[in-house]
């Protein structure tokens, strides 16, 4: 492919000649360098990525995916593919061409049929088709990207999570990290904490509902005021020091409806703008398209407000199926899928004896994803209960590397089925997902937070680990250890998601809050929709679009004392914006279903992540080297292969990135740490990619070797790094 390196170096954008070609055969939009829309579209929230690309496309059927492939191939152009996110290393957006899959946006839930099926993809609209969905006009001169990009902005804002944490991180309302006061320290005039929500209708069949985003204070929640902590050091700095901050979320209005923007000729001035919206600065919901929600009395469903209440009738209802199937394009965000979830309930039998409804929900990664989570692992809240994200694939449309589009599942094209699932982005471009989703009418979930000192944090994650030995496959659990500006106040998290009501996962709040030997600072703990507790690790990680990323991940067996002793005082001096994660594994996730992924990577005990975010303008190497030395170093003796594929989240446009959570891998891995992702499994995948794309069309992706099979160094491998 050294054609399309020289064409790249020599032409700022696509040429005139290939554009009129492209542009005659494609249903959808190229924005060609150069332009504004262009730098919209080819941006990823990783700052430190240099764009080199020629043009973006953003094709409207699959039909054109399968003519762009056709073109690049005949013009020795190299493609990237985003699709909703993926590439911290770059590679969505290190082709020649970059794809972006955004029009590609259907999404519909089915209940099983008698048998327990589902409709096959091949029988459903497809996208730009004259079913269901009208389809786009040829390539023309719209806007779509004021749109677009202010609908990114409230889908990665964090704002349905608990107004718990949003008060005690910003008790002031403010969210920028420069003006906040120390964690904990409660302003005298701030309303506490529901002061001023917007009622609901109180009865709904027989049973109280409430308007919260979170728990309301009661027995599990406490919040106590922490004298504020005199800065030591500024930031860049390290000195000696028991406790330092968090650098606070950046918090911006409710995610939209579930369909994605309209066309728009607007451009925002400040593309960064909604960065500043704080909690309550909320637009206006969208009603659900059940007609079973908009049949319950008053509407009550039609309205997202109802179903954010803890004690709404979906506490009290039974599902009638155990699972639905939700297929979705793949220009669908994680959230945007939740969303729809969460307006669009299934019918159940309600205690009440009238009817009921609970939503169903794909296992997916907390937000914000995209839907490549779907092919490369997706371990979230929902993972020790039913499975990985690939675990629930039931099918996919995929576009292969000659132009073919094929339906791929368990008895159709098996061999790249098995393939898809955990390296899917290196065997075609999937433009429709259909999955298994599960009821989930409520959860008891929430932080645990506490003042991070080397001195107690030790006992603290031994706590935690010794709580959850044997717990169910209902229980999900993590600690981190978080770090913020220098001289202020770091923070333990413990987070815990039991998807049941209180009355089951109240003993497992119990224990885990037993432990004595620091003050909670809060303990928000409490039944909430699941939806509001998808956003909770954003709010909690904070992340910020333009910043370096690095991450480090591995899979460990076990959690001995002398590895969390080693780990406390290696993050006590780490820089500014570092957490580090244990994450209880276990459960579903060990159950092989036939994957790529290894059975010696599902055993594993805990995922442990080092997630490192800093300014772009910041020189520190410990921002890098404390993360390979813990990873590399101090969890040596326990760690299992390599950590699970996952997906690096890349987001469209000029969107916040509220977490990087389950980005397992990064930038700058060696070949040897991808080829160990899937251990003894490796073979078998080479071969299954020879068969179907023997000359690595699909190189940008984490494929580590190239089309003669020959390992690839990192930095031949992805694209240039502004200053790394």
């Known amino acids: 492919m050294q054609a399309s390196s020289s064409l790249a170096a020599s032409q700022p954008c696509l040429p005139q000649h290939l554009y009129l070609e492209l542009s005659a055969s494609l249903r959808g939009d190229i924005y060609v360098r150069g332009t504004t829309n262009f730098d919209n579209y080819s941006k990823v929230f990783n700052g430190d990525i240099k764009i080199t690309s020629l043009a973006v496309v953003c094709p409207s059927d699959v039909q054109s995916i399968s003519r762009v492939i056709l073109f690049c191939r005949k013009h020795a152009l190299s493609l990237s593919v985003k699709a909703g996110g993926y590439g911290t290393a770059g590679w969505a957006v290190c082709g020649d061409i970059i794809m972006d899959l955004v029009r590609f946006n259907q999404i519909e839930i089915e209940p099983p049929t008698a048998s327990g099926g589902f409709t096959s993809i091949r029988d459903m609209p497809p996208a730009g088709s004259k079913g269901k969905d009208r389809a786009d006009p040829l390539v023309t001169n719209r806007d779509w990207t004021g749109g677009h990009r202010r609908g990114n902005a409230r889908q990665y804002a964090s704002s349905l999570a608990s107004q718990r944490v949003e008060d005690f991180l910003h008790p002031d309302g403010e969210t920028s990290p420069r003006s906040r006061r120390p964690v904990g320290a409660i302003s005298p005039v701030t309303p506490f904490p529901f002061a001023s929500r917007a009622a609901v209708p109180q009865v709904l069949q027989g049973f109280p509902v409430s308007n919260m985003r979170g728990p309301a204070p009661g027995n599990n929640t406490t919040m106590t005021p922490v004298r504020p902590t005199s800065p030591t050091a500024s930031r860049g700095s390290r000195v000696s020091h028991p406790t330092r901050g968090i650098s606070t979320a950046f918090i911006s209005a409710p995610s939209p409806p579930v369909s994605r923007p309209e066309p728009s000729s607007v451009i925002d001035a400040d593309p960064f703008g909604y960065l500043e919206e704080g909690f309550g600065n909320e637009r206006p919901t969208i009603p659900s398209t059940s007609r079973l929600a908009q049949s319950i009395p008053n509407s009550l469903f039609a309205s997202p407000t109802f179903l954010d209440s803890s004690q709404n009738i979906l506490t009290y209802a039974t599902p009638i199926h155990s699972r639905a199937f939700i297929t979705f394009g793949a220009g669908m965000r994680q959230k945007d899928i939740d969303q729809f979830s969460a307006a669009n309930p299934l019918e159940a039998f309600s205690l009440s004896g009238g009817r009921g409804a609970v939503p169903y929900y794909v296992p997916f990664a907390a937000h914000p994803v995209g839907s490549a989570v779907m092919l490369l692992g997706g371990f979230g809240f929902l993972g020790r209960l039913h499975g990985l994200s690939v675990d629930n694939l039931v099918e996919a449309e995929v576009v292969l590397a000659d132009g073919r589009i094929v339906i791929a599942s368990e008895r159709e094209h098996p061999d790249l089925w098995w393939a898809l699932r955990g390296a899917g982005s290196a065997f075609g471009i ?275 070797l190239n089309d003669k099979g020959e390992l690839v160094l990192p930095h031949e491998h992805e694209p240039e790094h502004i200053r790394f």
């Not at 031994?462 to 999900?476: M, S």
């Not at 030997?517 to 809060?522: A, I, Q, S, T």
């Not at 179907?692 to 699909?698: G, L, R, W």
């Open 430 to 704: 999937v433009t429709r997902y259909k999955a298994i989703a599960y009821p989930v009418p409520v959860v008891f979930a929430g932080n645990l937070i506490y003042r991070f000192h080397r001195a107690t944090a030790p006992s603290l994650v031994r706590h935690f680990r010794d709580c959850i030995k044997g717990a169910p496959r209902e229980l999900y659990a993590n600690v981190l250890l978080t770090a913020g500006p220098a001289g202020q106040d770091s923070l333990v998290v413990i987070q815990m998601c039991y998807i049941g009501p209180k009355i089951k996962g109240n003993e497992f709040l119990q224990a885990i809050s037993s432990w004595d030997g620091e003050r909670c600072l809060l303990n928000e703990v409490d039944e909430k929709s699941f939806l509001h507790q998808q956003d909770s690790v954003a709010q909690v990680l904070r992340g910020k679009a333009g910043n370096k990323w690095f991450i480090r991940s591995a899979l460990i067996s076990s959690l001995p004392d002398d590895i969390i002793n080693k780990t406390v005082m290696q993050f006590a001096e780490t820089p500014a914006g570092c957490t580090w994660l244990f994450e209880l594994a276990g459960g579903a996730i060990t159950n092989a279903n036939g994957s790529c992924l290894p059975k010696s990577q599902r055993s594993a005990a805990f995922n442990v992540t080092a997630l490192h975010q800093w300014d772009i303008d910041f020189e520190d190497p410990r921002c890098v080297t404390s993360a390979e030395e813990w990873i590399f170093g101090t969890l040596a003796p326990v760690t299992i292969g390599g950590p699970l594929p996952s997906v690096s989240v890349s987001l469209n446009n000029n969107s916040e990135v509220a977490q990087s959570y389950y980005q397992f891998l990064g930038r700058q891995e060696p070949p040897s740490r991808v080829i160990a992702c899937f251990g003894e499994n490796w073979a078998r995948l080479a071969q299954v990619k020879k068969t179907y794309d023997p000359a690595n069309f699909f190189k940008n992706s984490l494929w580590p």
